[in-house]
Structure formats: C-alpha cells, structure tokens
C-alpha cells in the first residue's frame, strides 16, 4: 500500500509540479530536478512571456485548489507569491509597459 504523505510532503510536491509547469508552458525543456541544486540565479536565465505567466497562474490556482484543498482566492495569492519566488522573469515586460501607458494616455 503508497505511503500517504504528509501535509508538508504534499505542499513539498506541489512547488515540484508547479515549477515543472512553469517551464512546460514557457517552452523550455528544463525540469525542477535540474535546477534543484542550484545556487545561482537560474530564474534569470530563461524566460516566459506574460501571457505564459497569466496561463501557469491559472493552471497553479486549479491545481493548489485540487491537491492542496485550497479555497480560490488563497490559491490565486499563493500562486502569486511563488511567481515571486520561483518564476521567471518577463521576455515581453517593456511592451506591457508600453500598452499600459499608451492606455493611461488615452
């Protein structure tokens, strides 16, 4: 019979999974067992665009609530604060930038 894992264990698992799909939706094929030892700023080295971010947030928000029993609106700040920690910088941030001022002119 599977071990049943721990609260600890199962939120351990979920940032493996999260950071794995963070980088299958970036396109990049790169996994959490490559970058685990790291001590570097891997982050940096690849990018997502913002759309990509807004898609991982989403797809965590789900699974947070699913695996972790978490109500949405707990599960989207928390998806927000590992974008922080773990998630990789933006290729397209200077453009956002640019929509939003061209917007706030308007």
Do not use: C, P
Not at 58 to 77: C, D, I, Q, S, T
């Amino acid at each position: 019979m599977a071990k049943r894992l721990t609260r600890r264990e199962k939120e351990e698992q979920s940032v493996v999974d999260l950071i794995n799909e963070m980088f299958r939706i970036a396109g990049h094929a790169v996994t959490y067992d490559d970058i685990k030892d790291r001590k570097d700023a891997w982050y940096s080295e690849w990018t997502m665009t913002v759309a990509q971010n807004e898609e991982w947030q989403k797809w965590g928000k789900k699974y947070l609530m699913k695996k972790l029993n978490m109500y949405a609106k707990r599960a989207e700040r928390e998806m927000q604060w590992i974008s922080v920690m773990w998630g990789l910088k933006f290729s397209d941030i200077n453009e956002l930038h640019a929509t939003n001022k061209q917007q706030l002119d308007t």
